[in-house]
Nanobody, 115 residues
C-alpha cells in the first residue's frame, strides 16, 4: 500500500513563500496523478493543484500565477511551490495520489499565513 509522506509548511508572513514536498513510498511503479488539496477550518477540502505523470497540470483559480506544482517520476515525489502567500491560503495541506485505481492521502501539513 502506498504511503505519502509530506514535508514543508509552517508559518509565513503575507507575501512570503513556502514549499511543500510529498514522497510516495512502498511502490516500484510510477504513481498516477498526484496533487495537493487543502482544508481551512470550517470549510470543505478543496483541490489546490494536480499533475499527471505526463506533467499536465491543473490549478485552482485562487492560486493560479502564485503556486507551481511539479513532480519527479523517478522518485515519485511532488512539490508545491507557493509564492505571494495570502492569509486565505491558511489551511492544512494534504498530498493526494491515484495509483492502480486506489486513492491515497498524506497526513496533512499546516500552512499558516499571518497578516
Amino acid at each position: 500500500q502506498v504511503q505519502l509522506v509530506e514535508s514543508g509548511g509552517g508559518l509565513v508572513q503575507t507575501g512570503g513563500s513556502l514549499r511543500l514536498s510529498c514522497a510516495a513510498s512502498r511502490t516500484t511503479f510510477t504513481i498516477g496523478p498526484m496533487g495537493w488539496y487543502r482544508q481551512a477550518p470550517g470549510k470543505q477540502r478543496e483541490l489546490v493543484a494536480s499533475i499527471t505523470s505526463a506533467g499536465n497540470t491543473n490549478y485552482a483559480d485562487s492560486v493560479k500565477g502564485r503556486f507551481t506544482i511539479s513532480r519527479d517520476n523517478a522518485k515519485n515525489t511532488v512539490l508545491l511551490a507557493m509564492n505571494s502567500l495570502k492569509p486565505e491560503d491558511t489551511a492544512v495541506y494534504y498530498c493526494h495520489a491515484f495509483h492502480f485505481a486506489a486513492v491515497y492521502w498524506g497526513q496533512g501539513t499546516q500552512v499558516t499565513v499571518s497578516s
